[in-house]
């Protein structure tokens, strides 16, 4: 159970890791009618400059999203959330999902937090969001 009175700025949540895979990202531009070819093609990938196929911004997204929801359970909802993509991911690198609560407010049960995700190399994508707590 996610307790209001236990958080302050500066607390971090646990992080979460995924693995994504060539398969993973090519259904997910699939799913998402994400066209470009540098999400499921190395070698337009390379040609445009990148090591790899890349990890799409809105999959940035969507673990960022899972790490909140598992964190919150049943306890809260998400009510706000942005992002920015910062660097890069590929699918031969862990991609890591973190969050930090920046500030608590217990009167209205509201929660916001830094997010981001990245890999052992550099930050991929950073934002922010909002949880609120139910009592």
């Known amino acids: 159970m996610t307790n209001i009175d236990d958080l302050h700025a500066g607390q971090e949540l646990p992080e979460l890791?995924?693995?994504?895979?060539?398969?993973?990202?090519?259904?997910?531009?699939?799913?998402?009618?994400?066209?470009?070819?540098?999400?499921?093609?190395?070698?337009?990938?390379?040609?445009?400059?990148?090591?790899?196929?890349?990890?799409?911004?809105h999959l940035h997204g969507a673990v960022i999203q899972e790490l909140l929801m598992d964190w919150l359970g049943a306890d809260g909802k998400l009510t706000d959330l942005s992002w920015r993509n910062v660097g890069r991911a590929t699918p031969d690198s862990d991609l890591h999902v973190g969050a930090e609560v920046t500030t608590v407010d217990a009167d209205a049960g509201v929660v916001e937090l830094e997010v981001w995700t990245r890999t052992d190399a550099e930050r991929c994508a950073e934002g922010v969001a909002a949880v609120e707590l139910f009592d």
């Open 17 to 57: 890791t995924k693995e994504p895979s060539i398969p993973q990202l090519f259904r997910y531009s699939a799913v998402t009618w994400n066209a470009h070819r540098i999400h499921y093609d190395a070698d337009h990938a390379r040609e445009e400059g990148h090591p790899n196929i890349l990890v799409q911004a």
